[in-house]
Every structure is written in structure tokens, then in C-alpha cells.
């Protein structure tokens, strides 16, 4: 059992931008929440409780939280929150999380294919995408050591792969391979 | 004895070579989860959850089972020797562990951690042996009433107790309810929060959440940082073994420890963190000669005791009741509901041969990991040795299959991204996942028990107030809340913390 430990700070000021950004985003899905649970339709069937109650009761207090923590952000800082959040901007590398996102989205996209609108983009298949994902994030998170990530990421595909297909019967996506074979 | 020829049967079935087999890859994924520092067993069972649709259930929970329990073993190395804990209920190890490893006693620290692990998980197995039947006999009186007050406690409990903050906590788990009630209302059919998706109308799979938030969060959040934190491995030195002292002042922890860690894990209030706390507070009061913070033995051997007896105990009202009280049994019961089986009083009516199987497997896992643990340390530690940046990039590779092999939908992976970077910054700004994890389960469950309860009583809201166990419960509900405050009101104290909350 430990007490909060308290250690002196410097002025919080800075430290309060993104939890403030936090809180209207919270804020804004809690006012769409509450617009949306007042849009559900009672049923069919009587029930002392419709559909409705549950959500609107969730959305109304996910709104009063939203508010206090909103409070907490300005008028009533929350000293620690802000020390703490200050400390985390310092350490934080926004390009490492950004370029790692933007890669994730790509790979999930490569995996299969996508089709936008009329026209249907043909994806690389597991093995292919992966094999290039996996070095690609390694890369992106600093690692030194290319050859060393792509032959485990080919290496981690290829046992996936076989291993799902053939022995679990989970689908993957063949994609260029299924090309080849 | 009913209870034994239940067990008898059980071990039977838990020593067959398949189960055996399943109970081995368990705990050896388990250790190994965690060990690696950022995922742990809630994240490894979830991602496994597809793949065992093929399985049958009892190999399948005799392998989650040992992943439960192999995580608890695993964490410990890794807050012994790299000072950073693989798994929230290993914080307080940390704390004369890895001062013992600096010391060159490290083979000693894991020793004391592994011993006091089997013990506690033996002696907790004992007692779920014993107490669970009973337990579930007593909870088929309940009514929905009475659920709906459990469940609250179960709520408060983590919100409360867990994280540093109970607005943050509340937020979590008011977004965890919200993300529960997305898709068709089960009583009346009527889609909610569905904001005209189709995609949405059969609800978010706990698996995209639980994924989200674990893994992708974890990763996003360890490679923010990544180029910022520096780690430090402490290689073990010197004898693996316990000298005759360190014996000596280790087994009366083992035994406090899993005194305190079992009974608070089986209350619905449980969780692993709090235990681990209030051992190492007893040890310190009780050897005041040990050298605190200076590598005291007695802080390592009581809290892993602690923890793995807690974690135990966590199965008590999970099994009995069906109510989870840690993320990683809130996984746990969605496992369960994908093989068609309801936690609760019933299940050891209705299914008898999975729950004696899974029973007697804890005590075999627990036999394993010991076997496993302690002559394979070195091993163990060398896998502490992967480079972060390989690792996290393969985290967010299984991440994806798993989300990928649930139903081979890119919708569904890419929402399991955007609850990832809500993970992230939920990380980020200090909200603990816990809650939200709790409620996308508990809540439907909840909202399901509650109108059920009004229905009951047609619209009588004293029901939860009338009924004594149902009385009880809330008013433990509000003793919860209150009493990290108590301090507070004493004089100058400040609100207790019970841990980050982060993972389990």
C-alpha cells in the first residue's frame, strides 16, 4: 500500500494541452452519445426498461464526467495530471507514432486488397505483407539491424501462414504467393 | 467425499496426454508473455481466443489456465532483473527485487518468487477446491437483484481502488459501458449506438477491444518513448538457490502472503495489485530488522506469494458466480461464452467435467511452472534480451492476425487500430484500461440482470435495497469508494493508491 507521492513541481501550464483536447473530445462524443440514445426506438414488447434507458443513463454521466474532467483541465488544474502529462510530452517522439500508424494502416490495407469505390486494389497476401511490415515498424522504431528483421519477419510469416492454413484452418489472404504456387 | 471423487475424476481427465500437452504450452506461453514486459496474459489469451474456435473446451481452459498462471511466474523475472514490472501485479517486486539482483542474490530473488508462487497457487488451489462447490451452492439463491449489486461492487472495486485517479477510472469504464452497448438491444432488437453502420449492428467483439487497447495501445505507447527510455538488464549472478537463510526468512511471507492474497482476490472487490501492496506493508511491519530497500528478501517472497494466491482466488468468483474481477478473467469469461458455457452456480451443475478438469489442471500447471521456472531461468532471461523494437513490431504483427482470423474483416482491424490509439492516450494521460476492459463485458450483463430485476418487480426500484444480499453487497459497493479517502479524513493523509491499474 503506497500514498500518492507528491514531489514538488514546476508550473503546470504547459502540461494541460492535451489532457484539454482529451476532455472535448470526451465531451463531444458524450453530447453525440446523448443525441443518439434520445434516437433509439422503444420496441415492441412491454418492459418497465426499453432499450433506451441504459444508454441515455451511460451517456448523460459519460457527459458529467467529461465536464468535471474538463474542470479539472482549466479552471481547477489537476496539478499531477498535468506534471505527469508535461513529463510525457518530453519523452514522446510524435514522427516514431505517426510514420508506426500510417505503416499499420498500410499493412492492414496490403493484407487483402481493399476496394475503393469501382475499382478493387488486389492485396499482397499474408506472407508478402507482413515479411515487409514487420522489418518496415522495426525499422521505424529504431532498429539497427535490417537483414536481421526482415529474416525473422519472413521467417514469423511463413510459420503463420503454414501453421493457420494447414493446421488451425484459419483463412489468410494468399495474395501474391497464391500467384506463384 | 463429493468433493474429492469430483477432483479424482478431474485429475483424470487434466492427465490425460492431450490436456498435458495443452497445460505445457500454456504455461510455457504464459511464461513467456510474461516475462516480455507489455504483454500480458489478458492480451495473450484474447489474441488466442480465435484461434481455439477449433478446440475442445477443456484443452482450450487447461491452456488459458496455465497462460494465467504462467504470466504471474514470468512477471516476476522480469521486475527482478530489468526493474520494470511485466505485469501490474508484479510493482511491488520490483521494489527489494531488483535491489537483490544488483546485489549479486538475484538467482535468490527468482528462487524465493518461484517457491513463493507454487506454494501460494498450491495452497489456493486447495482452497477454490473446497470452497468454489460451496460458493456456487450458495449463489444459486441469487436473483437478478443480487447480481446487479455484485456487479456494481465489481465495478466500483476496480475503479476505485485501482489507478490514481477515480475520475479517470469512471471515464474509462463509462466508455467501456458505452462500447458494450453498441449493436442490437438483446430484449427488444432495436439497434443503439450503431450511428447507421451496419457493421456495427452485432456490437464490437470483446477480441477488438481487448486487442485494441492492450496491444496496439501498449505498442503505440512504448514507441513513442522508445527512442527516450533506456533499460537496464541485470544479469543473474551467482547461485540460483536459496542459502539456509534466506529459507528461513522466506517461508513465513509465503505463507502471509497467500493468507492475504487469496481471500481479497476471491471477494468481487479482487484484482492481483492491492494484496501485493498490503503484503509488502505487513513484511516491512513485521521484520522491521530486514534490510528495506536494500534487497529484503521478505518483499519479494511475500508479494509474489500474494499475487499468485489473488490470482486464484479471482477464479473463485469467476467459476461461482460469473463475475470477473481483473481483465485477464473478464477475457477469461469471454471464453467461456464462445464455448456456449455461462460462468455461475450452474456451471458446476451443468458442465462438472470441464470445471473439475480445469481445477485439477491448476494443480499440475503449478507442478510445471516450478519445474519450468527454476532450472530454466537463464533461459528466460536471455528472451529479455530481444531487441524492444523487433518485439512491439511483432506485437502489433499478431495484434492484426489476431484480429484478422476472428472473421477476416479489415473493418474489424482497423477499428481495433482506432481503440488503440484511444489506448494510447488513455495511457498517455493516466486513465487505467482496466474499467473499460470491465465494462464492454459486465455492462451488457448488467443492463440484461438490471431490467430483468425491474421486471421482476415491476418497476420497484427497493428491490436492490430490500434484499438483505443484495443490501450487503451495495453497501460494500460504498465502503469501496470511500475508503481510499479514509485517510484523508484522519489528518493530512493522502488518498491510497493500490497500483497503476495498467494491465490486469
Known amino acids: 500500500m503506497t500514498t500518492e507521492e507528491r514531489e514538488p513541481r514546476a508550473t503546470p501550464a504547459g502540461g494541460l494541452f492535451g489532457p484539454r483536447l482529451a476532455a472535448t473530445a470526451l465531451l463531444v462524443l458524450a453530447a453525440v452519445l446523448i443525441m443518439s440514445a434520445f434516437g433509439i426506438a422503444a420496441g415492441g414488447g412491454y418492459s418497465v426498461i426499453g432499450p433506451a434507458t441504459i444508454p441515455l443513463v451511460v451517456a448523460i454521466v459519460l457527459l458529467a464526467l467529461a465536464a468535471i474532467f474538463a474542470l479539472r483541465t482549466t479552471i ?50 499474408y506472407v508478402v505483407a507482413t515479411g515487409i511490415f514487420l522489418p518496415l515498424a522495426s525499422r521505424i522504431l529504431g532498429s539497427g539491424s535490417p537483414i536481421r528483421d526482415v529474416t525473422v519477419g519472413f521467417t514469423i510469416a511463413i510459420v503463420v501462414y503454414i501453421g493457420f492454413t494447414q493446421f488451425l484452418g484459419v483463412r489468410l489472404p494468399a495474395g501474391l504467393l497464391g500467384l506463384l504456387l | 467425499m463429493d468433493v474429492l471423487g469430483d477432483l479424482a475424476g478431474g485429475f483424470s481427465t487434466a492427465l490425460s496426454l492431450q490436456n498435458l500437452l495443452f497445460a505445457a504450452i500454456g504455461v510455457t506461453l504464459g511464461t513467456l508473455v510474461g516475462v516480455l514486459p507489455g504483454i500480458g496474459p489478458a492480451l495473450t489469451v484474447a489474441l488466442l481466443l480465435p484461434l481455439t474456435y477449433n478446440f475442445d473446451a477443456t484443452g482450450a481452459f487447461i491452456m488459458f489456465a496455465g497462460i494465467y498462471y504462467g504470466g504471474m511466474y514470468g512477471g516476476s523475472t522480469t521486475s527482478i532483473l530489468l526493474n520494470t514490472p511485466g505485469e501490474s501485479s508484479s510493482v511491488v517486486t520490483t521494489i527489494e527485487g531488483f535491489q537483490m539482483a544488483k546485489r549479486g542474490r538475484g538467482g535468490a530473488a527468482l528462487a524465493t518468487a518461484a517457491i513463493g508462487s507454487f506454494v501460494a497457487g498450491t495452497i489456493s488451489t486447495l482452497a477454490i477446491t473446497f470452497l468454489a462447490p460451496v460458493i456456487a451452492g450458495f449463489a444459486r439463491s441469487f436473483q437478478p437483484a443480487d447480481y446487479v449489486a455484485l456487479m456494481i461492487v465489481a465495478f466500483v472495486s476496480i475503479t476505485a481502488l485501482i489507478g490514481r485517479s477515480l475520475l479517470r477510472g469512471m471515464i474509462s469504464l463509462f466508455l467501456g459501458l458505452f462500447i458494450g452497448l453498441i449493436g442490437i438491444d438483446n430484449l427488444t432488437g432495436q439497434p443503439r449506438f450503431t450511428f447507421g453502420l451496419p457493421q456495427l449492428l452485432n456490437g464490437l467483439d470483446v477480441v477488438v477491444v481487448a486487442v485494441g487497447l492492450f496491444a496496439v495501445g501498449e505498442a503505440l505507447y512504448v514507441a513513442s518513448r522508445l527512442r527516450h527510455d533506456k533499460e537496464e538488464i541485470v544479469p543473474v549472478q551467482g547461485s540460483l538457490l536459496m542459502n539456509r537463510d534466506e529459507f528461513k526468512r522466506s517461508w513465513k511471507p509465503w505463507l502471509r502472503g497467500t493468507a492475504i492474497g487469496f481471500p481479497i482476490g476471491a471477494l468481487p472487490a479482487g484484482g492481483a495489485e492491492i494484496p501485493t501492496f498490503l503484503s509488502y506493508g505487513l513484511e516491512k511491519r513485521l521484520n522491521p530488522k530486514a534490510p528495506w530497500g536494500k534487497g529484503a528478501i521478505e518483499g519479494v517472497a511475500g508479494p509474489e506469494a500474494a499475487n499468485n494466491a489473488a490470482f486464484s482466488g479471482v477464479l473463485v468468483p469467476l467459476l461461482t458466480l460469473g463475475i470477473p474481477t481483473s481483465a485477464t478473467a473478464a477475457i477469461l469469461l469471454v471464453a467461456f461464452q464462445i464455448y456456449n458455457l455461462q460462468p455461475g452456480p450452474l456451471l458446476f451443475v451443468n458442465s462438472p467435467e470441464l470445471v473439475w478438469a480445469l481445477i485439477a489442471s491448476l494443480y499440475v500447471g503449478n507442478v510445471m511452472l516450478l519445474v ?133
Open chain 1, 76 to 125: 481547477l488544474p489537476d496539478t499531477d495530471l498535468a506534471a505527469s502529462a508535461a513529463d510525457e510530452e518530453r519523452a514522446t517522439h510524435w514522427p516514431t507514432i505517426g510514420l508506426v500508424a500510417i505503416t499499420l494502416i498500410g499493412y492492414a490495407l496490403a493484407l487483402d486488397g481493399f476496394s475503393m469505390g469501382p475499382r478493387v486494389v488486389p492485396g499482397l497476401g
Open chain 2, 372 to 504: 519450468l521456472n527454476l532450472p530454466l531461468i537463464r533461459l528466460w532471461v536471455k528472451i529479455l534480451s530481444v531487441p524492444r523494437s523487433l518485439l512491439y513490431a511483432a506485437i502489433l504483427v499478431f495484434a492484426t492476425l489476431g484480429v484478422y482470423s476472428l472473421a477476416n474483416s479489415l473493418v474489424d482491424v482497423l477499428i481495433m487500430y482506432v481503440i488503440g490509439v484511444i489506448g494510447f492516450f488513455m495511457r498517455r494521460y493516466d486513465f487505467p484500461v482496466g474499467p473499460m476492459i470491465l465494462g464492454v463485458i459486465l455492462g451488457p450483463m448488467l443492463e440484461s440482470q438490471f431490467r430483468r430485476a425491474l421486471q421482476i418487480s415491476q418497476g420497484d426500484l427497493t428491490v436492490f435495497v430490500s434484499r438483505p444480499i443484495s443490501a450487503i453487497l451495495l453497501l460494500s459497493a460504498i465502503f469501496i469508494v470511500v475508503l481510499p479517502y479514509i485517510p484523508r479524513l484522519f489528518g493530512r493523509g493522502q488518498r491510497l493508491v493500490f497500483g497503476s491499474g495498467s494491465d490486469d
